[in-house]
């Protein structure tokens, strides 16, 4: 899976197996402290260990502003 793109603006994507939030963050924030925002956005997930490789996130739109 590619990241997608829906029409609000948030991505879809793929967790994989080397992936850990603050990494997720710093690609498409270029802030590794908002992991908390992806988080977040999943709320299947309490904590970032739940997240599996295959599992797919929401990723919020990274182009509006932090506290969106």
């Known amino acids: 899976l590619h990241v997608l793109e829906k029409d609000n603006g948030d991505l879809i994507y793929q967790f994989k197996e080397e992936d850990r939030l603050d990494l997720l963050a710093e690609r498409f924030y270029g802030d590794s402290q908002l992991g908390w925002k992806i988080l ?3 709320p299947a997930f309490m904590h970032e260990l739940e997240i599996k490789a295959g599992d797919i ?11 969106d």
């Open 40 to 42: 977040k956005a999943n």
């Open 57 to 67: 996130l929401t990723i919020p739109n990274p182009h509006t502003g932090v506290d």
